[in-house]
């Protein structure tokens, strides 16, 4: 039988971190406090009153970590810097053992065969900035491209693969808007300023980087398509909203220079009048999109549901995960085919895509379980290699997570990685999803070939179309 799964000869395989999540030692050898270490420290913010204090340990493992990488067979490592860790005011002073160990682990990575990929920024602002304004403050901007150059100069001769920030609409709705993440603000006349800034200081990295980089930046956002409930004008309304603030919110102002103009619906009266020389900063050549595909959306018209006035349904018959996302890998198609047909069809990575669902908090018999994580990687994978055979510039795939890890608010309670972390000993066990994600790398996707796609309980109206 002839196989129909292959990916192009180049794609890239990989799995990602990020260095709250995962590295615990948060103020050690000189590091400074970030927000989230301010924010897990306050009683009622994160479950069970979790903290990044050890995490999964890994500023201590990371040899043994990459050791499991290679053992995966992952051709490239997605992880994030912590600013604080390496700037501890966040401007100014370097600490030489906070950034050595960054040096330290691109070197490991490499000796290893795999491919560094980097982002500056995962959350985790460093305290002493957000005490002069954080992301409200529009000279933000320039500090973050001098710790972007800072790093450039360090790591960029070994580093060929870069990212600005990672989910910007998440830090700004839930850091400013809902106040369920750090630093836990909750007002919605903040949220558009701190997402503004936030692509402003993305624009200042990159043209950073255009002056002293040799090699590939890009942005990475989290994107989640926004199916209408009915046929109803109202519904299809609310769809648009939504789609307009999570997903063009984020990617229109640095393919065209502006917002969606729906975005002022969303906001009304807390929408500002952008200067338009900030939409110059902003919108600089990248030379990649990053996308973070989870979930999707089916929506109906709220009223009450602020600011986009709109609610998520439940869908009946559908797989949740632990954290209720449904399952639904046509979303991610759908996706990847908007992002092409709208912004001229950029080169893309797929930086983050994964599943949390039950595992045992200890493995058994040196085994875990988790054939629902393995569906869900066969699903969006040949999803993936569906729209790569249409056109779509897809160059990689990165595996959300590694680990299990701090999953933020929900502390450790939801299980995200591929290899299983005992929290309590810090062991670590490849699942029965890194073993068939070994053989996935191994042959390039072919052991995808022949696995049946289930249809969606629930197929919907048409989605978004701007």
Known sequence: MTNTINFPKNFLWGASTSAYQIEGSPLADGAGPSIWQRFAHSPGNIRDGDTGDVACDHYRRSAQDVALMREIGLQAYRFSISWSRVMPSGRGAVNPVGIGFYDELVDRLLAQGIKPMVTLFHWDLPEALDNQGGWLNRDIAGWFADYARVMFDRLDDRVTSWATLNEPWVVSDGG??????????????????????????HGAAVKMYREVGKHEIGLVVNLEPKYPASDSAADQEAAARGHAYMNGQFLDPVFFGRYPEKMKDVYGDAWPDWPAEDFELIRQPLDFIGVNYYTRSVTRDEATALPVRAVALRQPLATYTETGWEVYAKGLSDTLEWV????????????????????????????VHDPLRIDYYQKHLRAIHEV??????????CAWSLLDNLEWAHGFSKRFGIVHVNFATQERTLKDSAYFYREVIATNGAVLDGVPARPSAWTGAAMWTE
Do not use: Q
């Open 340 to 367: 092409a047909a709208r912004y001229g069809n950029p080169p893309l990575y797929i930086t983050e895509n994964g599943a949390a669902f039950f595992d045992p908090p200890v493995a058994e018999g040196g085994r």
């Open 176 to 201: 400013y808007l809902n106040g369920t993440l750090a630093p836990g603000h909750h007002n919605r006349f903040e949220a558009p300023i701190a997402a503004h800034n936030l692509l402003r200081a």
């Open 388 to 397: 790569i055979g249409k056109g779509v510039d897809v160059r990689g795939y």
